[in-house]
Every structure is written in C-alpha cells, then in structure tokens.
C-alpha cells in the first residue's frame, strides 16, 4: 500500500506495527501483557462493551481475565 499512498495522495506511509501502514496514525494495536510478550489487540479500540464481557469470560476460563470482570 505505500506505492499507491504515496502516488495519490503524496504522503510517504508510516509504519505501524500491527496495524498496516498508512498515512495517517492509527490506535496502538499490541500491548505489553504481564510476562513481557506482546499481544496485537487493536480490536480492542472497536470492540463493545457486550462483547468485552464475552471475552473476559473466555479468557478466565483460561485464568487470564484478572480483573476484566469488575465492574470498576
């Protein structure tokens, strides 16, 4: 996609890691977890609350969802 952003549009592309390049910035996609690895979560910026709670319950099937089930 750089070739192209650049031909018309005229802006050099920036690197994003996780999240394809682009002219223009986008949301942070990966995020340091506990261990010190990465997770890329950029769908985290577009999920709702309805399917946060479904994923927090999945995740604490695996006891990963720490807190993600407070209400706070």
């Known amino acids: 996609m750089h ?3 650049y031909i018309y549009t005229g802006k050099t592309a920036l690197r994003t890691t996780g999240r394809g390049g ?3 910035v986008t949301p942070k996609a990966q ?3 506990k261990d010190g690895n990465y997770v890329n ?3 985290l910026a577009r999920i709702n609350p309805n399917q946060l ?3 927090a319950e ?3 099937e695996y ?3 720490d807190d993600l089930l ?3």
């Open 3 to 5: 070739v192209p952003i």
């Open 22 to 24: 682009g002219a223009n």
């Open 31 to 33: 995020h340091i977890c």
């Open 41 to 43: 979560a950029g769908i």
């Open 53 to 55: 709670k479904v994923l």
């Open 58 to 60: 999945w995740m604490n």
């Open 63 to 65: 006891g990963l969802a």
């Open 70 to 72: 407070d209400e706070k």
